[in-house]
């Protein structure tokens, strides 16, 4: 597998055990060969026959050459296009040390606090940053885009709405583009009916909630006050799209009636990347807080007391409501939060209002000198963007701003100028020569009287970001330390494996990350005109046929911006092929009971009615119960939804014979791809039967899941969905039948897709092929390791797992033990746990990856049997029931330097249970957290100035 001829193969870099391990790995597991073992795990009825017809793979150095010149073809326009897409100027220390620090984009989501308490704090400060600037109590830390934080909005108010019967939403009309085209791909499968209408028309009956943007897309600034508090004297709620930034100098929506706020935090140092990922935000008010989507940071405490930070309400809406949930949200996108909220912590109050003033004094000075040319402007007041109305010299200054290489945003007979953090008084002059050309006409030479253009009304008057988090790392050696000490509290794949089941912790290769901030691609507008985003075509058409030909689809929508939209927009697509079709009766959904929590919460939000199908005993889909309900069901069928390998880490038998029934009956089949990395090379989507199945970019293809996110969820489709893959309302992508879009931007987070593309082009066939053969070795090598210690609950044919396995620990609860306390043990082995109690209550679900090496998975399993051993003790009676090293895990430095120590074991076995544990010691920040405190009493933003002494901010 390893004995490449070319070490210089990007392949011998990425798969970690060399040929020799291979060999001894293979003895250990009982086969005599790798091609032997792919034999005992993957059915030969779904093998591939012939390998995948893929370039040859590059080297590194061969790769970002060639990446180079495909970067030229990008051209970097000056950009005023706006529509919630701003130039920013991303400081260099938060550049470096965050977004292209593996120290950061390595870590995993959250869920073990203990090892996670850095990132928890930066998110913290993002939700206090969002908080303050919006004046609403609680938010979230984030959501995925603008578009799709709106339409989580919209279901909000919609579940939460007094009057049941109510199914009309108000829409304003000034609401950006792609944001009422997702609200039109979200309502449209609930019956909720928009109606578009501005905020000063008569309130028509049947509405439920309403949804404004601040500033509107036009730039005006509108008093939407008297709006709320008609809508609130008839119960109905408010939401407020606001830009973030503009909020440092305009009254925020929680002080003029606003229910709930959304909007993007992009303009605080996140690069355009021409779409993403950018991190969006949600506040709401205090009655909504239990209902608020996506992830919560919370105050809590730790077993001795001290300040710790959880996610609250950890478990995710879908996993405890499956069809009833109101939203499916899985990933965030926490990197890009995080890196907005230390924007805040670098600016300050002061930094980000002045920024704000400086874009809008701007505005006002170009307003004024476009004024002076004889030309219209709309808009009576605005913040960054003014709409200028130019008749039928449009084309003529479409054609000068071209050739000056500027970017506006062009409507029929008008333009929208947005300014931003970059712009300069030179730019000011390029804008005012473009319209001066066109116009043939000259500036009057006289200076323009700055002064705010803000309604008094609307001028912000209370203070904001006035935390000290916000007011202490100004200079770069403060705000490096902080990032550092944060940095330092959470294990990432710097440190260790992290052998999460179904989550893919593999390699994030440096090479692939490094095009991320490159210019060429961090710098370009989404709705920049084609002609301007010819590198990224390519890399968006290479990494579509590279795709297909994976998965032997016949066409690739990039758009879906995490897994769960990838699953939403495969059901959309789904829907509007039977739809096509008159067959609009195809509602109902089969579900085997194994599925991910988010498979029945996205087919609730696409209409579906979700029928479960049962699992047998060895975990595999009863196929029996299968048919018995596609044929009760067969004339509302509409599909399946299915993992393979199934989420029970098994490749069933009787996939084929499960998508005939499916199509036998009209339905069509949709793969979650959570497992995809089980096929690549091996089998694939289409060559088992499905029709549709999304990509978790962030797993397979390696892109690095940020401390719980940015994710990617491409989907690919049979030919006959080909038509039906989402379009988008502001770029031309669309199809015959296009569904409406589904994500902000056209392509999703388009500047993560070059880590993918980088992937494959140095993977190549054969690479990507080797990788999932690894894959299945080490998981089966760990299996053989440990099964005489944990049972395996489930297992294939031959007794072989796929690409992962499931550990059962129950038996374990009779001695008082829980699977949560083997997951904090394991931090002082310095581990991060498997997946906890997924898919089975009681169990640990543990992938290695290919990209681990052997002494990797050696120390991991040697962990695992030494805490078997420490369960041994308590069985025997030789260890304490209650005060054990299980029970009392995490142990701190704490703890363990404290003058007492009154524990019935040693602090050796407490901190040095391995001795290989003493050169590599990772040392948990807090104790075990008190989870139930932080869910009953809910703080979700940074506790209050007096509740900081000097050292406690230095830490926190």
């Known amino acids: 597998m390893n004995s490449l001829g070319n070490s210089e193969l990007f392949q011998r870099r990425h798969i970690a055990p060399s040929q020799d391990n291979v060999s001894r790995m293979l003895t250990l597991i009982g086969s005599d060969s790798l091609e032997s073992l792919i034999s005992e795990t993957v059915p030969s009825s779904i093998q591939l026959t012939s390998p995948l017809k893929l370039p040859a793979a590059k080297t590194e150095s061969e790769y970002l050459d060639s990446l180079k010149e495909i970067a030229s073809k990008n051209i970097i326009a000056k950009s005023f296009i706006g529509q919630g897409y701003y130039n920013t100027l991303t400081p260099s220390v938060i550049r470096r040390n965050i977004l292209e620090n593996p120290g950061w984009y390595t870590q995993y989501t959250p869920y073990q606090p203990e090892i996670s308490q850095g990132r928890l704090q930066a998110l913290l400060n993002f939700q206090t940053m969002v908080t303050s600037l919006t004046a609403l109590p609680v938010a979230n830390a984030s959501l995925l885009d603008e578009g799709t934080a709106a339409a989580e909005a919209m279901f909000l108010q919609f579940s939460q709405r007094k009057d049941k019967e109510a199914r009309k939403y108000w829409v304003s009309p000034e609401v950006f583009p792609q944001t009422l085209d997702i609200l039109r791909t979200r309502s449209a499968p609930l019956g909720i009916e928009l109606h578009v209408a501005a905020h000063g028309e008569p309130i028509v009956t049947g509405v439920f909630g309403a949804i404004v943007q601040y500033p509107a897309a036009n730039g005006a600034v509108y008093n939407y006050e008297d709006f709320a508090r008609m809508l609130q004297e008839k119960g109905i709620s408010l939401c407020v799209i606001a830009d973030l930034m503009s909020l440092a100098l305009l009254k925020p929506p929680g002080e003029f009636g606003a229910d709930i706020a959304v909007g993007t935090t992009q303009r605080f140092g996140v690069p355009m990347g021409y779409g993403g990922p950018h991190a969006a935000y949600l506040a709401v008010k205090e009655d909504f807080k239990r209902f608020i989507p996506g992830r919560v940071i919370g105050v809590s405490e730790d077993t001795a007391g001290n300040y710790a930070l959880r996610m609250a309400l950890q478990t995710r809406e879908q996993h405890i409501r499956r069809d009833k949930a109101t939203s499916n949200i899985c990933t965030a996108q926490a990197l890009l939060a995080i890196m907005a909220g230390m924007y805040a912590a670098w600016h300050g109050q002061q930094g980000i209002r002045a920024i704000a003033g400086k874009i809008h004094s701007l505005t006002v000075k170009l307003s004024g000198r476009l004024a002076a040319l004889g030309l219209t402007l709309s808009n009576e007041s605005y913040f960054d963007t003014i709409k200028i109305e130019v008749g039928n010299k449009l084309a003529a200054i479409h054609r000068e701003a071209t050739s000056a290489g500027l970017n506006f945003n062009y409507g029929f007979s008008s333009i929208t100028l947005s300014l931003d953090e970059s712009t300069s008084e030179k730019d000011l002059e390029l804008i005012l020569a473009v319209f001066e050309k066109a116009l043939n006409k000259k500036s009057p030479a006289r200076t323009v009287t700055v002064e705010f253009n803000i309604p008094e009304a609307l001028k912000r008057t209370s203070a904001f970001l006035d935390h000290p988090v916000f007011n202490s790392y100004h200079s770069e050696h403060e705000m490096l330390r902080y990032i550092k000490s944060l940095e330092a509290k959470d294990l990432s794949l710097c440190h260790s494996m992290i052998p999460l089941g179904s989550c893919t912790m593999k390699l994030n290769a440096t090479t692939e990350m490094l095009p991320l901030t490159w210019p060429e691609f961090s710098s370009l507008h989404p709705f920049a005109p084609i002609a301007q ?424």
């Open 533 to 956: 985003t010819q590198g990224y075509k390519q890399i968006f058409d290479e990494l579509e046929g590279w795709l297909c030909e994976i998965t032997g689809f016949d066409a690739m929508s990039l758009q879906p911006n995490s897994g769960a939209q990838g699953e939403y927009a495969g059901l959309m697509v789904i829907r509007a092929y039977h739809r096509y079709n008159n067959e609009t009766q195809r509602n109902t959904v089969l579900i085997p009971a194994s599925a991910h929590g988010t498979n029945p919460a996205s087919a609730a939000m696409a209409g579906m009615k979700i029928v479960v199908v049962k699992c047998d005993n060895n975990g595999n889909i009863d196929v029996d119960d299968l048919k018995a309900k596609a044929t009760e069901y067969k004339q509302t069928l509409s599909c399946l939804m299915v993992t393979y390998p199934s989420t029970h880490g098994v490749y069933e038998e009787g996939i084929k014979e499960i998508c005939n029934i499916i199509h036998e009956c009209g339905g069509q089949v949709y793969m979650d791809g959570a497992n995809m990395n089980a096929q690549v090379g091996l089998t694939s989507p289409a060559n088992i039967g499905a029709d549709v199945c999304h990509l978790n970019l962030h797993k397979t293809f390696c892109i690095p899941h940020g401390g719980g996110g940015p994710g990617m969820g491409p989907i690919g489709v049979a030919a006959h969905l080909k038509g039906f893959l989402p379009g988008h309302t502001q770029v031309d992508i669309n199809r015959l039948n296009s569904i409406s879009a589904v994500s902000a931007a056209p392509w999703g987070s388009a500047s993560i897709l070059l880590i993918s593309h980088a992937y494959i082009a140095m993977m190549g066939a054969k690479g990507l092929k080797d990788a999932t053969m690894a894959a299945i070795l080490n998981a089966n090598y760990i299996k053989a390791r440990l099964e005489e210690h944990y049972p395996v609950l489930y297992s294939g044919a031959n007794g072989r797992c796929a690409h992962e396995m499931i550990l059962d620990c129950r038996e374990f609860k009779k001695f008082n033990i829980e699977v949560t306390d083997i997951a904090k043990r394991l931090m002082d082995y310095g581990f991060h746990a498997p997946t906890v109690s997924f898919p089975v209550a009681g169990t640990l679900m543990v992938e290695p990856t290919e990209s681990e090496s052997k002494a990797e998975l050696d120390r991991f399993c040697d962990a695992m049997v030494s805490i078997k051993q420490e369960i041994d003790e308590i069985a025997t009676g030789f260890a304490n029931k209650v005060d054990n090293v299980l029970k009392n895990a995490p142990h701190t430095l704490a703890v363990l330097t404290s003058d007492s120590w009154d524990r019935p074991y040693s602090r050796q076995k407490a901190a040095y249970p391995l001795d290989w544990i003493v050169a590599r010691k990772f040392w948990p920040s807090v104790g075990r957290v008190n989870e139930s405190k932080g869910d009953r009493n809910l703080i979700c933003s940074c506790p209050p100035i007096e509740n900081y002494t000097e050292e406690t901010l230095m830490v926190n």
